[in-house]
């Protein structure tokens, strides 16, 4: 059985740091792109990065570029999100994603991230 379980979200303050995790489980972790996505309220859901199978190509949303960073272990099977310099724009829900052409996507559970004072 499948399982993306995400970890890390919160509240912080604007310039704050946090980081999310997504451990996954039931599938081969290292055969996967790993994106995350975030939805803000009354927004569409949107890209915010992803990572290639082996970590050799790494594509980020213009609104995140140059403060967020994604990573991943395929050895412990985590995705990470590094997140800095945070705004309150940057507030959402995250979502980890593993896909591969062809298969249906899996997704996280969600996890909230407040920007806020």
């Known amino acids: 059985q499948v399982h993306l379980v995400q970890s890390g979200g919160g509240l912080v303050q604007p310039g704050g740091s946090l980081r999310l995790s997504c451990a996954a489980s039931?599938?081969?972790?290292?055969?996967?792109?790993m994106r995350w996505h975030r939805q803000a309220p009354g927004k569409e859901r949107e890209l915010v990065a992803l990572i290639a199978n082996t970590g050799s190509s790494i594509m980020y949303a213009d609104s995140v570029k140059g403060r967020f960073t994604i990573s991943r272990n395929n050895a412990n099977n985590t995705v990470y999100l590094q997140m800095r310099s945070l705004k309150p724009e940057d507030t959402a829900v995250y979502y980890c994603v593993a896909a591969r052409v062809g298969e249906a996507a899996y997704w996280g559970q969600g996890t909230q991230v407040t920007v806020s004072v």
């Open positions: 039931g599938f081969t972790f290292s055969r996967y792109t």
